[in-house]
Every structure is written in C-alpha cells, then in structure tokens.
C-alpha cells in the first residue's frame, strides 16, 4: 500500500517536472571551452531578458558540443574551429543538418615570461623554436636560457590554429610541454623565465608579456583588419536552420548593440 | 502449530527475498564493470584496423590529429612506467617506514592521532595536489636545481608519492598490527633486540599484507589523471633523466579526449590508450590477488637461524 503511493507521488511529482520543462523554453549549450565565456555572459544577460527561457552551458571542447549535435543532446554546438568533412557526414546520417554561425573572432597570441625582454618574433622565428630547431634564447637575441616550449594538446581549437598559421601544419616537436587549457599555459609560462606558450587573447593578463608577431600587436584592430596573423573566427553550430527560441538567441548573439557588446567583455573580439 | 508454520514460510519468503536483493546488488556492481569493459573494447578496438599492434605499442610519435596521423603511445607508455616507479621508490620506504613506526614504536596516543592525519592525506582531491606541485613545487624545484622546467617526471613521482603514501601507509600499518603479539613476545624472550623483532619477526610475518598495501598504492599512482596532467610536463618524449617532461597515458586521454571527433581514428586511439592502460592496472591487481594470503606466512621460520 505505501509502495503504491510512493509509486504515484513519484510520478505525480516526474509529470510536474516535465509540464515546467515544456512551459518554459530550454535551451542546450555545449562545446568549446574558448568559445564558453561568451555563451556565459551572452546567455546570462538573454535570461535576464527572457525569464520564460533556461539555457544549460557546459563545456568540455568543440569535439563533444559537436559530438552532441549530431546526437541530438544539445541544441548548440560552440566550436572554436569548422566543422570537419567527417562530422558532417556523421551529422547527416543522423538527419541533423549543422549550420554554422560566426559569433567572435579570437587572436591567439605567443607569451613569456614577463621578465623576458624579447619584444617581437616573425612567424618563421616562432615556428623555428615549436620545431625545436632553436633551444637557447641566445639565438634569439635573449638570455643564455634554455627555451621551454610549451604548446596545447593535439586536439585543441587552439593547437589547430596554431599548427595551421604558425607551423604551416609541421609538427610541434615531441620534446614541447602539454598543457590542457589557456589557463594553464597562462599559469605555467608566468611560473617559468625560460618558457614561451600561446593562448587566446581572451585569456591574456598581467602575469604574462604578449609578444608582437611580425611587428604586429595582437589586437581586435588588427585582427578584425587581417593584419595580425594569428586569429581565427568562432562558430556556434546549430542542427538545421534554427527556429523558436534557438533562433532568437542566435540573433541576440550576433547583434551589434546586445549580444557583441558582450563578446568584448568576455575578451574576445566582436565581430563589427 | 498451524499459525508458526505459516510464519516460518513467510520468513522463508523474506530471507530468500533479502537474498535474491543482496545478489541483485552484488550483479549490478560486476555488470557495470562488465558494460564499460566491453565498452571499452568496442571503442578502442577499432583504431588496430588503421595501425598494427606493435606500432601502436611501439611508435615512437604521438601525432593523433596530423595528417596522415602516427599513433605511437611507446613514449606514454614509458612515462606510465617511469612516473609510477619513481612514485612508488619515494612512497614504499616512506610509507612502509612510517606504518613501522606507527605501530611498533609510537606510543598509543601519538598513533592515535597520526593515523587519522596521514589518511587525511588521501582525502585531498587530486586537483588541489596537482595545484601544489604546479605553483609551488614546481618553481621551486626549477629555482633549486636550475632545471629549464619544474613541471617534470620527478614532480609528478613527488605529487603521486604524496597521494600513495596514505593508502600504503594505513593498510601496511594493519598489516603489521595483526601481527600475533605471541610471535613478537616469543622473539624476544629468546633475546632478540627490537630491532631484530621488528626485522626478522614482524615484517616477515607481515609481508603479504605490505605487498597489498603497495600494489594498491601503485594502482592508485598509475591510473592518476589530473596530478599527471598538470604537473608532469606532458611531452610526449621518450625521458632521459628524471627532470624531463612526460605524458603518462591517463594524461593524455585526458586532455584529448574532450576535443577528439566523436568515433575517429583519434577516439579510437585514446581508448586504446585506455585499453592498455587497463592492462596495466589489471595486471597488478591480479599480482595482489595471487600473492600469498598473510597467514600463510605467519610462523617462527624466519627466527629459526637462532
């Protein structure tokens, strides 16, 4: 007998919890870590606007928000980079049609030791040193210091960037340390006069010296006027063309006055 | 007659209910080990149709996401070793040697109140140990040892002793405590010094149950992510000296796992990573279950030479 109304409490109680579920609007942000802070301040300030409408962020890498999108668990895939021929196909098979949306550009730039007193280094320089060709900053116009290079897991949005535009798809050699996050290269590099890392410029603070690439400063001029070399744009995924409550939070992340004064804030560039 | 008949059928009932519960229970523990090991298999298995199994144990180069990719966990799977072995030279004498002293020399009171302390020790979650070794253990060892990076093999031993320690040191310290006072009093009434008792007495009689304690700790030390992941550097290089930055294998899948494409030949191969790395931990705790049971070692040969 006390089973039984246990039994209907409990499902009394489920339905009550999917009729609030239904009533207002959820919405499901997964994936890149680097995109994460802009869908955090972005989504905080859509609620606050929509109090009908709950979004969920989580991280844990452009990989698994687009793993979710192709297996439905989420309604928006952040990803710090495109979205690969091979996910695609698994998107489709799935009958989930991705669509991808700029929301930021990033600039990722090389850093040191603030004690470092080297200013400026030329793509061909920096690629020098993550091949491990150069391993004094002597060579480099520096201290007699050994250089630790410090580099990003393989699989990375950031790593991508960096092996794309500075490595010219070379490969980081074997001898690089690993760090998993920007924070974490941020946290070794201002640890250690003779290491030099990179990290998005949205992660970029006191405890670590910028370096210019090319005589260029990262910057959001020079990454929105192309100057800067290093940078690339963020997407928000979403399966199929967006509708309902998707597509209104969509046009609040990409509009100049709401969601994109957001963006810079998070540190990131904005996309006007 | 007829009324206590039926209540013994109903306790019957009960206790072959309890019964049937209390193996349901035990089942959903075993199956879940079996769903992941299966799992397990499913999503790593794949990645050998890509490379051999001697390359992949044997490939000297980590590079999942290049085109075309080398999937070589040879260097990780050194580092496994390298890291585990060093943790466990610093963390045996420490912790075998305290346990010792815990229960043969100090005095009642001092044990009751280090005991707790030191299994206190493995209460720290692993991120606040990994954040110790990268903030402050690692500037410092760079600074003593003028070494280009603190974040090394050695830290990583250091940060992963600290975590083996308490687990070595507790279940050693059992071990040694369960030791028959008979055996120990019968040592020394034939003239044997505490020291001789302890060497010669009690640690043979104990031995088995260290062993356990060590394997457990050494289990603990190689399936390790996060202190691996922030303080051993992460280089996927084969180490020429303790001071060298390593990738373990839980680090690795660690720090790929999340951005690998769904179902790729990088997914695969950080499975199988984990595949091995299973191998591994299995292989030890079957090591700790056929090493001899610690009575089956309890007896006075070892005082016979006297």
Redesign the interface.
């Known amino acids: 007998m006390k089973l039984k109304t246990c039994w209907i409490l409990s499902l009394a109680a489920a339905l009550c919890l999917t009729a609030n579920m239904v009533l207002a609007g959820t919405l499901v942000i997964k994936g890149s870590t680097t995109v994460l802070p802009i869908a955090q301040k972005v989504a905080e300030i859509y609620m606050k606007q929509h109090p009908d409408v709950k979004i969920s962020i989580s991280g844990?890498?452009?990989?698994?928000g687009?793993?979710a999108l192709?297996d439905g668990s989420t309604d928006i895939a952040d990803s710090s980079r495109f979205i690969?021929p091979?996910?695609v196909k698994?998107a489709v098979e799935n009958g989930e049609y991705p669509v991808p949306f700029a929301v930021a550009y990033d600039c990722i730039v090389p850093v040191v030791h603030p004690s470092n007193s080297v200013m400026n280094f030329t793509l061909a320089q920096l690629k020098a040193i993550y091949k491990g060709e150069v391993k004094n900053w002597k060579e480099m116009g520096g201290p007699d210091r050994?250089i630790?290079v410090i580099s990003r897991?393989?699989?990375?949005?950031t790593?991508?960037v960096w092996?794309k535009k500075v490595m010219n798809?070379e490969?980081v050699f074997?001898?690089?340390?690993?760090?998993?996050s920007n924070g974490?290269i941020v946290?070794?590099v201002s640890?250690?006069k003779?290491?030099i890392g990179y990290i998005g410029f949205g992660y970029m603070d006191k405890s670590v010296k910028a370096l210019m690439v090319d005589e260029v400063v990262g910057s959001e001029e020079t990454t929105l006027n192309g100057t800067y070399p290093i940078s690339r744009p963020l997407y928000m995924f979403t399966r199929g063309w967006p509708k309902g409550d998707t597509l209104k939070f969509i046009n609040f992340v990409v509009h100049p006055q709401k969601g994109q004064k957001y963006v810079s804030e998070a540190g990131y560039v904005p996309l006007y | 007659m007829v009324n206590s008949r039926q209540t013994g059928k109903s306790r019957q009932r009960r206790d072959r209910a309890i019964q049937f519960f209390f193996f349901c229970v035990a089942l959903a523990s075993i199956t879940t080990l079996a769903i992941i090991v299966v799992f397990l298999f499913m999503e790593g298995l794949p990645i050998f149709s890509k490379v051999s199994v001697h390359d992949f144990l044997f490939g000297r180069y980590w590079y999942p996401t290049d085109e075309p990719p080398d999937f070589g966990i040879f260097p990780l799977i050194v580092a496994s070793i390298a890291v585990t072995v060093v943790s466990a030279v610093i963390s045996i004498p420490l912790g075998v040697l305290t346990a010792l002293y815990l229960a043969e020399s100090a005095s009642a009171r001092l044990r009751e109140w280090v005991k707790p302390i030191v299994e206190l020790l493995a209460a720290l979650p692993s991120v606040v140990i990994g954040f110790f070794g990268m903030v402050i253990v690692a500037p410092f060892l760079q600074e003593i040892l003028d070494i280009p990076t603190g974040l090394n093999l050695f830290n990583a031993a250091l940060m992963l002793a600290f975590m083996s320690i308490p687990t070595i040191c507790s279940i050693s310290e059992d071990a040694i405590f369960s030791v028959p006072i008979e055996l120990k009093e019968a040592s020394l009434a034939l003239g044997a010094t505490h020291w001789e008792t302890i060497a010669r007495v009690i640690l043979p009689a104990s031995i088995s149950g260290i062993c356990t304690a060590i394997i457990l700790g050494m289990s603990r030390a190689i399936g390790e992510t996060m202190v691996v992941l922030m303080v051993a550097g992460g280089a996927a290089m084969m180490p020429t000296s303790i001071f060298n930055p390593v990738r373990p294998m839980p680090a690795s899948i660690a720090a790929e796992m999340g951005e690998a494409p769904f179902r790729g030949d990088h997914y695969y191969a950080l499975f199988a990573t984990a595949i091995v790395l299973f191998a591994f931990t299995l292989l030890l705790t079957w090591w700790q279950i056929t090493s001899p049971p610690n009575t089956g070692r309890l007896g006075p040969q070892p005082c016979e030479g006297d």
Do not use: F, W
């Open positions: 844990g890498g452009s990989g698994n687009i793993k192709i690969k091979k996910e698994l050994p630790v897991d393989t699989s990375s949005g790593y991508e092996s798809k490969r074997p001898g690089a340390l690993l760090q998993a974490a946290q070794a640890k250690n003779n290491a």
